[in-house]
């Protein structure tokens, strides 16, 4: 499985793909990272651990449609048949989303369907909610939306701003995220009737995850 990532800034998700990516349990590469913003910090990154960049900057496209062909043309040259969306912040077009159904996954911090979109976080402070987290799952045309893959639950604390909880979230999502690309390249996921079924949930390990066994 040779995969994709799309990022838009630092990079962390990345990061955590990367190094899972590194493990001989992992049958998975990560042959090309893409940014649509040419200073996103995580291109860094990648270019640390020799993996291939391409910056795709969506100002110099005059519509979604060819900013969209463009980011398929890099990712089908790169050889890679899998995407997987680390922090990349624009709407992709239904075409291009159908051309990767079920072959590309987004990461969101929070539990789906509650609060797509974004400042999720501050929509969950003023929401009230006890609970947030994150959320792994198969990219489908709506906005943080598709089956679900994985999701960790995280609490608001009374005092949390903004940035505290981001935080809290993030480090659930470096758990996740990895845990999620794994379970795909191992060939233990499919999906039934939009729902996940995971082969041997027993693997998910101190996060919530979908139990359904196949
Ligand atoms: C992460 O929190 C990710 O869940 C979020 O952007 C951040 C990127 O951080 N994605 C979305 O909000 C997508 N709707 P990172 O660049 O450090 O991985």
Redesign the pocket.
């Known amino acids: 499985m040779k995969v994709a990532v799309f990022?838009?800034?630092?990079?962390?998700?990345?990061?955590?793909l990367i190094d899972v990516c590194a493990q001989e349990d992992t049958p998975a590469e990560i042959g090309l990272v893409v940014s649509n913003r040419p200073a996103?910090?995580?291109l860094a990154r990648a270019s640390a651990a020799g993996i291939p960049t391409v910056v795709v900057d969506h100002k110099t496209y005059d519509d979604r449609e060819s900013f969209d062909a463009a980011l398929d043309t890099a990712v089908t040259r790169a050889g890679c048949d899998f995407i997987c969306?680390?922090?990349?912040?624009r709407i992709l077009t239904e075409d291009f989303t159908r051309k990767w159904r079920d072959r590309m996954l987004?990461?969101?911090?929070s539990l789906i369907p509650a609060f797509?979109?974004?400042n999720?976080h501050a929509r969950a402070i003023e929401a009230g909610v006890m609970i947030s987290g994150?959320t792994v799952h198969f990219a489908r045309p709506e906005?943080?939306a598709g089956p679900v893959i994985a999701q960790a639950a995280v609490p608001v604390l009374p005092d949390d701003d903004e940035e505290a909880l981001?935080a809290r979230?993030?480090e659930a999502?470096h758990r996740i995220y990895p845990m999620a690309l794994k379970l795909i390249a191992q060939g233990r996921i499919r999906i039934v009737n939009e729902r996940v079924r995971i082969q041997d949930g027993s693997m998910a390990d101190g996060m919530l995850v979908n139990p359904a066994k196949s």
Do not use: K, V, Y
């Not at 969306?85 to 912040?89: D, E, K, V, W, Y």
């Open positions: 990022i838009s800034g630092r990079g962390t998700n990345l990061q955590a996103a910090q995580g969306l680390a922090g990349f912040m987004n990461i969101h911090p797509p979109g974004l999720c994150c906005l943080d981001a979230i993030l999502e």
